[in-house]
T-cell receptor, first 114, second 113 residues
Framework: AQSVTQPDIHITVSEGASLELRCNYSYGATPYLFWYVQSPGQGLQLLLKYFSGDTLVQGIKGFEAEFKRSQSSFNLRKPSVHWSDAAEYFCAVGADNQGGKLIFGQGTELSVKP | SQTIHQWPATLVQPVGSPLSLECTVEGTSNPNLYWYRQAAGRGLQLLFYSIGIDQISSEVPQNLSASRPQDRQFILSSKKLLLSDSGFYLC????????????FGPGTRLTVL
């Protein structure tokens, strides 16, 4: 069955420290991969996406993610976290044969210590 | 550019009352449309999706229904709300071909008392 796993429910990092949020997927087709961010009480905003080509993709707000097919992973990284990065982060997977539907992970809540 | 609107932003309703949430997309045509629900502290649950007018699929059995009266309008309804219907409702759109990314509306916070 298709699935997306975000192993960490909650992560706390200090401001200025590096960040890595994990995402693992199980998908039969060639996946399209996404990371979204959600601030409290708001909708989801697309951070970055991967379809093909270079496996290291750059997104908005200084985030990047690396697609590793051998590990079925698409981890999100940021070299230096800012207090404004505190939010919920969702990984999602889609494919051409799914009619546009995406499968979302359960999310990782990021807290940032001053 | 495309924009997506949801109305209302917040809603407090008594148990057993009806519900109508509206989602409207501007700047595109024939989008795929989606309704999600987020319960407190949980991820996104896909409720309905639509690939066209009169083409709506339900993902989970529940007392909610969806309709698409116009190409870019998606309505979530209930005849009688339950306490368990409380949550944050998100509408989203995308294309079924191309890059597939979904674009989300600002959401509606529903509290059923």
């Amino acid at each position: 069955a298709q699935s997306v796993t975000q192993p960490d429910i909650h992560i706390t990092v200090s401001e200025g420290a590096s960040l890595e949020l994990r995402c693992n997927y199980s998908y039969g087709a060639t996946p399209y991969l996404f990371w979204y961010v959600q601030s409290p009480g708001q909708g989801l905003q697309l951070l970055l996406k991967y379809f093909s080509g270079d496996t290291l993709v750059q997104g908005i707000k200084g985030f990047e993610a690396e697609f590793k097919r051998s590990q079925s992973s698409f981890n999100l990284r940021k070299p230096s976290v800012h207090w404004s990065d505190a939010a919920e982060y969702f990984c999602a997977v889609g494919a051409d044969n799914q009619g546009g539907k995406l499968i979302f992970g359960q999310g990782t809540e990021l807290s940032v210590k001053p | 550019s495309q924009t997506i609107h949801q109305w209302p932003a917040t809603l407090v309703q008594p148990v057993g009352s009806p519900l109508s949430l509206e989602c409207t997309v501007e700047g595109t045509s024939n989008p795929n449309l989606y309704w999600y629900r987020q319960a407190a502290g949980r991820g996104l649950q896909l409720l309905f999706y639509s690939i066209g007018i009169d083409q709506i699929s339900s993902e989970v059995p529940q007392n909610l229904s969806a309709s698409r009266p116009q190409d870019r309008q998606f309505i979530l309804s209930s005849k009688k709300l339950l306490l368990s219907d409380s949550g944050f409702y998100l509408c989203a759109w995308n294309r079924d071909r191309g890059h597939l990314e979904q674009f989300f509306g600002p959401g509606t916070r529903l509290t059923v008392l």
